[in-house]
């Protein structure tokens, strides 16, 4: 007999791997139908449709769909993710040093943005309607309601240019050290923590919130358990499941919602290079651009529910 | 002399009631009761919902569920009015000094915990104890009340422990710290009294080993008899009547107090069994969607029109099952169904629009069997425009009409349920069970969240509603008192099988099989001594096998 968790795990991953292949259509279909011709624009306004017609063949346009599409797959299954249109360099070695800086950037937000959010969320419980909650609660509001760029500005206005603290330029290169590539992300990460920190606080405060109506909570209190405690170590292991969901949505974000925080701060990561790329009209990057960002977010989501039935001990201790 | 342990004096508890479409006012919930117990005794709060029992059992740990809130009077535990110890004195106490043990045990623990970490977190928390200490203590209490596998129980979560079990866990919980005060509140109202006796003979020997102070809440009298030593009655938040044990049950000296010992007196002859049934379900089998496993094997009774067959079980008996299969929601595997002489498809979508109306069912909980958002006159007008086509001013007498059958009278056809009482909800639902005039009612667990005093008055109703329209009831109960009360024939079911059936006078007279016999013993009597007597009972059988 396999464990149900085993089973349920293992559902999920296929699951997750179906749902890859499905975006990996989604986006070659996608490319497809967008307007404008990569010869043309490689070519400009001087083309003759001779050099036109040569350079279709050449890049392999002519070819029918669904051949073009597996042929793709097949290279993106052997970590092949084709030329560049525009420089004729493979994609694969470009994308993976700004997919590295990118999530380099996010990891530094979420490991200071998820643990911030869940204690105050917990403060927001422990306080509930009073001051600490709705302090927590307006300014947290009030930064996610701020566009990014703005909050952006905002940010480089007072430390970079006022007090000078942090660059406002977060330039990066090959062999710079780890504490200094830290110093020069600094305004970003400051940016993306006050993006997401609302989300993942409000979602903890209410999922708790809810587990707080409970009997064991009051099984609890009638222990003469300390408030925090009974937040702590009463309500917040049944509040996992929730809290996991809304906080991996929010890393997701942190990878692929990035593009305007990294243009703003002129950072080498993957949102500027899919941008450049767009506006040339580089089919092969985009798509490998749109099939990184599927494999993260159904990746984090995938982590998300495995959490979940982990965090579950219905599902952990059958009967 | 005693050593008095708690003394509450004029105790007055309000709170804050929001009614639909008024300002909010306070409530007195609890109007200046006084009571005194000593060390190592117990003391039986009982009453219907609404007594206010639960809010004084948790006054003495001076805490208020929900917006309640202590307005008056002393708390004294210890020699120390707890009501002015502050947030910190509190904490101190509680866990330590009083413990509680709540009604439903699984809801009560923390799902995500295992259950020994749960029952000595106060011990450990407090420093009372080392861990292995703590963890030796519980389970000599897990095997002092009787748990199967107390060395290792502890590891189990409470979702893996059956409700019976989980109780004592909760009681083992309770007793861990040494508290000199233990608050039972209705500790055995969720179980089946074949587990209830078992569960109530372990806490009471708990609380007579370890000479611990109790108070024990409940609403069945039968069963606050065996525990207690001295007894409040209680009604609208006022005592009715205080005194010894003995006293209150043999002697009463309040109407209401009378009115509760001797509350299950209904009385019914039994109906002629020789008439062609109006159902017959002859060997079904079901089982569930994607299972293997058959909740009904081989079922077979009759029921003769205008007649009452009780369905008796525990939970997990199938009786709510049968229930299923005759209404067509769970299709039977085999066997078949006929009603009214002509065969019942087995699925609800082959019946026709008149099978569905001569075959009506009343449910256990009236509160969400109705809509909310609807009147009175529109649900119980519902089924007289669906299967007779009434309109207007026609369908509005036919409810006034009805209503008057269910003695609700004028008034109420404009009430929306959350504005009738628990009784009030249930004969709104018989009456729109009524209102399709239907052969066959299918009444499950109807009177089950009812106070007694008002169960008893659907009971009379059902009862005078048979005589006057000549309509049979399915009854499925687990309570025999009801069974005793309302059935011409009875189905003891057990484990998804027909144990024992026949007409009451025969199912309720000896020889027993030993199921039957189990259930039947384990109904507590409104008696001292009971409890007692059958354990001895059985200890003496089980010695002479």
Not at chain 2, 25 to 50: C, M, N, P, R, Y
Not at chain 2, 118 to 130: K, P, S
Not at chain 2, 287 to 300: A, E, I, P, S
Not at chain 2, 359 to 372: F, G, K, S, T
Request: net charge neutral; hydrophobic share 45%; glycine share 10%.
């Amino acid at each position: 007999m396999v464990h149900p968790v085993i089973k349920l795990v293992a559902q999920r991953i296929a699951l997750g791997l179906l749902l890859l292949l499905a975006a990996s259509v989604l986006i070659f279909v996608g490319t497809q139908i967008l307007p404008g011709d990569v010869a043309q624009s490689i070519l400009g306004q001087s083309a003759t449709p001779e050099t036109l017609a040569n350079l279709r063949q050449e890049l392999g346009l002519n070819e029918p769909a669904l051949t073009r599409y597996f042929s793709w797959l097949g290279g993106v299954l052997h970590g092949d993710l084709g030329n560049a249109l525009t420089n004729g360099q493979p994609i694969a070695p470009a994308l993976g040093k700004r997919l590295l800086n990118t999530l380099f950037l996010a990891a530094c937000a979420a490991v200071i943005a998820v643990p911030l959010a869940i204690i105050l969320g917990l403060v927001s419980v422990r306080y509930r309607n009073r001051w600490p909650d709705k302090l927590i609660s307006a300014v947290t509001l009030a930064t996610i309601s701020v566009p990014e760029f703005l909050l952006g500005y905002i940010v480089i206005f007072f430390l970079a240019v006022q007090y000078r603290l942090l660059p406002s330029l977060s330039t990066v290169y090959d062999g710079m050290g780890f504490g200094d590539r830290l110093y020069a992300i600094g305004l970003p990460v400051i940016v993306l923590v006050l993006a997401v920190l609302g989300h993942m606080m409000r979602m903890t405060r209410a999922a708790i919130l809810n587990v707080m109506q409970s009997a064991y909570i009051e099984t609890a209190e009638l222990k003469g358990l300390r408030p925090f405690a009974i937040i702590a170590r009463h309500a917040l292991p049944n509040a996992v499941a929730p809290v996991v969901n809304v906080v991996m949505i929010n890393l997701a974000y942190l990878v692929v919602g990035v593009v305007v925080v990294e243009v703003v701060f002129v950072y080498p990561g993957m949102g500027q290079y899919l941008v450049d790329h767009v506006s040339k009209r580089d089919v092969p990057v985009v798509q490998a651009c749109g099939l990184v960002f599927a494999g993260v977010y159904i990746g984090l989501n995938l982590i998300a529910d495995l959490v979940s039935i982990l965090a579950n001990p219905r599902l952990r201790h059958p009967k | 002399m005693p050593e008095t342990l708690l003394d509450v004096r004029g105790l007055v508890i309000e709170a804050t009631s929001y009614p639909p479409g008024e300002p909010p006012k306070d409530v007195t919930l609890v109007h200046g009761v006084s009571f005194t117990l000593e060390k190592g005794k117990v003391l039986g709060l009982i009453g219907e919902s609404g007594a206010g029992k639960s809010t004084i059992g948790l006054s003495s740990m001076a805490y208020g569920r929900g917006g309640v809130r202590i307005t008056g009077g002393e708390v004294w535990l210890n020699g120390r009015d707890i009501l002015k110890g502050g947030a910190g004195g509190l904490r101190a106490l509680r866990g330590k000094e009083v413990t509680y043990v709540a009604q439903s045990a699984a809801a009560a623990f923390n799902p995500a915990k295992p259950l020994m970490e749960q029952v000595i977190e106060t011990t450990l928390a407090r420093g009372m104890m080392g861990r292995a200490e703590a963890e030796a203590r519980a389970v000599d209490l897990f095997r002092q009340l009787g748990l199967p596998n107390p060395e290792t129980i502890g590891k189990r979560f409470p979702h893996q422990v059956s409700g019976g079990q989980l109780q004592r866990v909760m009681t083992a919980m309770a007793l861990c710290p040494k508290p000199d005060l233990v608050i039972f509140d209705e500790p055995t109202t969720a179980l089946d009294v074949t587990t209830q006796i078992d569960v109530l003979a372990a806490i009471k020997r708990a609380i007579h080993e370890t000479g611990v102070g109790a108070l024990y809440i409940t609403h069945d009298l039968a069963v606050v008899a065996q525990v207690s030593d001295h007894i409040m009655v209680l009604r609208h938040g006022k005592t009715v009547e205080y005194g010894t044990c003995q006293q209150i049950i043999e002697a009463p000296q309040e109407d209401y107090t009378r009115a509760l010992v001797s509350v299950r007196s209904i009385d019914h002859a039994e109906k002629n069994p020789d008439v062609a049934p109006v159902l017959s379900v002859q060997n079904v089998t079901a089982r569930y969607k994607g299972t293997h496993f058959d909740v009904l094997k081989n079922v077979t009774v009759d029921l003769p029109p205008g007649q009452t067959l009780a369905i008796v079980g525990e939970s997990g008996s199938g009786k709510s099952t049968l229930a299923r299969v005759i209404t067509g929601l769970l299709p039977a595997a085999q066997g078949r169904i006929t009603f009214d002489g002509r065969d019942l498809s087995p699925d609800l979508s082959g019946r026709s629009r008149n099978d569905l109306r001569e075959l009506q069912m009343i449910y256990q909980m009236a509160d969400v069997a109705m809509n909310p958002r609807q009147t009175v006159e529109t649900i119980i007008g519902r089924p007289l425009e669906f299967y007779f086509g009434l309109r207007g001013a026609e369908k509005r007498k036919r409810v006034q009409e009805l209503l008057d059958q269910i003695e609700m009278g004028k008034g109420f056809a404009d009430r929306y349920p959350a504005e009738l009482s628990g009784g009030q909800k249930q004969r709104v639902c018989i009456a729109r069970a009524l209102a399709a005039k239907p052969k066959l009612i299918i009444c499950d667990e109807v009177t089950s969240a009812l106070d007694p005093l008002v169960a008893d008055g659907i009971l009379k109703l059902l009862l005078e509603l048979q005589a006057q329209e000549g309509v049979a009831y399915l009854f499925i109960t687990h309570d025999l008192a009801t069974v005793r009360a309302i059935a011409d024939r009875i189905a003891v079911m057990f484990k998804g099988k027909v144990q024992r059936y026949g007409p009451k006078s025969d199912v309720l007279a000896p020889p027993f099989d030993d199921y039957t016999d189990l259930l039947l013993s384990s109904v507590p009597e409104m008696k001292l001594g009971w409890l007692e007597q059958v354990l001895d009972h059985r200890k003496m059988e089980g010695a002479g096998n």
